[in-house]
Each structure stands twice: as C-alpha cells, then as structure tokens.
C-alpha cells in the first residue's frame, strides 16, 4: 500500500506498492506512478506522466505532460522540465513532445531538460546543466548548453 501524507492532494489512484508520496505535493488523475517510489514534498505531477518503479524526486520538481521516467531514475531539487519548445499563453500543444529518462539516470539539483529530450540509461546530468539535446547511455554531461564530459564506468559504477 504506498503512503499518501494528509497534506498532500493525490487524485490519481495508479500507484504502487511502497510508494511514499509526502506533504504539499500535487499529483493530477491522469499520472501513473510505480512501486517504492519516493516523492519529497512540494512536487506538482501533470496527467500524462509515466514515472516508473524505485524513482526518488526531491523536493521543488514539476513533472509535466508527455514526460516519461524508467525505473530506479534519481531526479535532484528543483529539477526544470519543459514541454512545450515555443510556449505562448493560453495556447496549448494538442501533443507535446515526450521527453524521456532511462532506466538508472540521476538528474543534478537545479538541472533544466527542455522538451523532446532522451536522457539515456544510467547518464548523469550535473547540476545546473541546461540540457537542449539527447545525452547518451552512460553519458556525463555538465554545463549550459551541457556537454558530454565522460561516462559513467558502467562495470564498477565509478566515474
């Protein structure tokens, strides 16, 4: 049974197993949200979003439509998403781009990923990257506009 703090205003019901969803939180009908997940206070989640099982999303993030997060992704304080490439008051896209992040990705704190993208599977984007196009499998990128700086060793898990 997953864990919904009092204070916090869940309205979907598809969510997992030992998710834990903690205090002035927002989460739209539409989203789905895996198993053991754990979502920090103050996260504001849109309808069409996929969040898939052991995903951690630290405090202050906003995870809007067409945004979709593979299993066991880390996503650091006040992570930025976008969804719309050339946003305009009261005009909604009839389809937003779908930006995607792979399985085992971690997102740096204050990082921004514009819409579109693909975050590949165990990539790490460094803090206060501003990420405008996809990163590869096991990339590191750093910067504004991020750049690859090295990959992740993969059969050790270091740097």
Known sequence: MPFIHPLSDVQTSCIGEGTRIWQFCVVLPGARIGEQCNICSHVFIENDVVIGDRVTIKCGVQIWDSIRISDDVFIGPNVTFTNDPFPRSREALAKYPVTTLGKGASIGANATILPGILVGSGAMVGAGA?????????????????VVSGFVDTSSKKL
């Open 130 to 146: 501003v990420v405008t196009r996809n990163v590869p499998d096991n990339a590191i990128v750093k910067g504004n506009p991020a």
